[in-house]
């Protein structure tokens, strides 16, 4: 069992940054993949963008260039900056923790860019 909590988000204007944090607990941190997915009403989870254990990095061409996914094992933690935001990055973020089998998700966090 791993348990996932997600912070920051909020409110943001159009071309702004913020900065989204995740805390995985339960098994081993550094040997986990993390990923970050969003979601809006109406549509299917989106996938972002993920970090291996190793720490290779993956995005969506959508947030390529303009988010950065990030981890600290001392800390269990993963981190998605998130720069140049738009109005369709609006979304319900979500974290992903995988570990063999295990595949567990927060409970979400808003993003909202809006003027």
């Known amino acids: 069992q791993i348990q996932v909590v997600e912070s920051g988000g909020g409110l943001v204007q159009p071309g702004g940054s913020l900065a989204l944090s995740c805390v995985a607990l339960g098994r081993d941190f550094s040997a986990m993949a993390m990923a970050w997915y969003r979601q809006t009403p109406g549509k299917k989870r989106e996938w972002v963008a993920t970090v291996e254990h190793t720490g290779m990095r993956h995005y969506s061409d959508a947030v390529k260039g303009r988010f950065t996914i990030s981890r600290d094992n001392a800390k269990k933690t993963a981190y998605l900056q998130m720069d140049s935001l738009n109005t369709a990055d609006t979304a319900l973020y979500y974290c992903?923790?995988?570990?063999?089998?295990?595949?567990?998700w927060g409970q979400g966090i808003q993003v909202t860019v809006s003027t």
């Open positions: 992903n923790a995988k570990l063999g089998r295990i595949d567990s």
